[in-house]
Nanobody, 117 residues
Framework: VQLQASGGGLVQAGGSLRLSCTGS????????MGWYRQAPGKQRELIAA???????NYADSPKGRFTISRDGAKNTVYLQMNSLKPEDTAVYYC????????????WGKGTLVTVSS
């Protein structure tokens, strides 16, 4: 199973970006999918997560600015990021959890988002 993230880049403060992450190599639909980020010198933190049923949760920092969604048929999760701030600069990682006989977490390689002031 692989997760391929895309959509990062350089944007000015106040701008928008949309991240995408698609899972491949499995015929099963992931249970939970989410986005994490890691800024330089900081720990990786959860930004948003969404269940297979579409219930979403957000960390406090991006709440109201970021929207997570998913396409179950494509095993794809999206993160729409609006009103970006310089402090949103980080490497963004997608995560997917598959629950079968056990629980397996998968990680994408990360996509860099840089917000200039």
């Amino acid at each position: 199973v692989q997760l391929q993230a895309s959509g990062g880049g350089l944007v000015q403060a106040g701008g928008s970006l949309r991240l995408s992450c698609t899972g491949s190599g499995t015929i099963f639909s992931f249970n939970d999918m989410g986005w994490y980020r890691q800024a330089p010198g900081k720990q990786r933190e959860l930004i948003a997560a969404i269940t297979r049923g579409g219930s979403a949760n957000y960390a406090d920092s991006p709440k109201g600015r970021f929207t997570i969604s998913r396409d179950g048929a494509k095993n794809t999760v999206y993160l729409q990021m609006n009103s970006l701030k310089p402090e949103d600069t980080a490497v963004y990682y997608c995560n997917a959890r598959l629950i079968r006989s056990d629980i397996t977490n998968y990680w994408g390689k990360g996509t860099l988002v840089t917000v200039s002031s």
